[in-house]
């Protein structure tokens, strides 16, 4: 990846296309030219996709310094 927004061929859970990537560095680049000097970014990603959104935001230029997870013993088999 060098940066730039990448396309995922396929479709994402259950054959979604809106579910088949993370926004790309593009998107979080003009969310931190938008953010408050100090500001703070919540994001949320799902635990497939945790890993991608993580490189996004650290290409868009964002400093990652903590994760909070949610677990939980539901969902799909």
């Known amino acids: 990846m060098d940066g ?12 979604k296309s809106w ?15 938008v953010l ?7 994001c949320f990603a799902g635990t497939r ?3 991608l959104m993580g490189i996004s935001l650290r290409l868009a230029g964002f400093e990652i310094r903590d994760y909070i997870e949610w ?3 539901s969902g799909f088999p």
């Not at 730039?4 to 054959?15: F, I, N, P």
């Not at 579910?19 to 030219?33: C, D, I, N």
């Open 4 to 15: 730039e927004d990448d396309t995922l061929r396929g479709g994402g859970v259950m054959g």
């Open 19 to 33: 579910a088949s990537f993370v926004p790309g560095p593009s998107l979080w680049r003009e969310v931190l030219r």
């Open 36 to 42: 408050k000097p100090g500001g703070h970014l919540l």
């Open 49 to 51: 996709t945790v890993d």
């Open 71 to 73: 677990v939980y013993a």
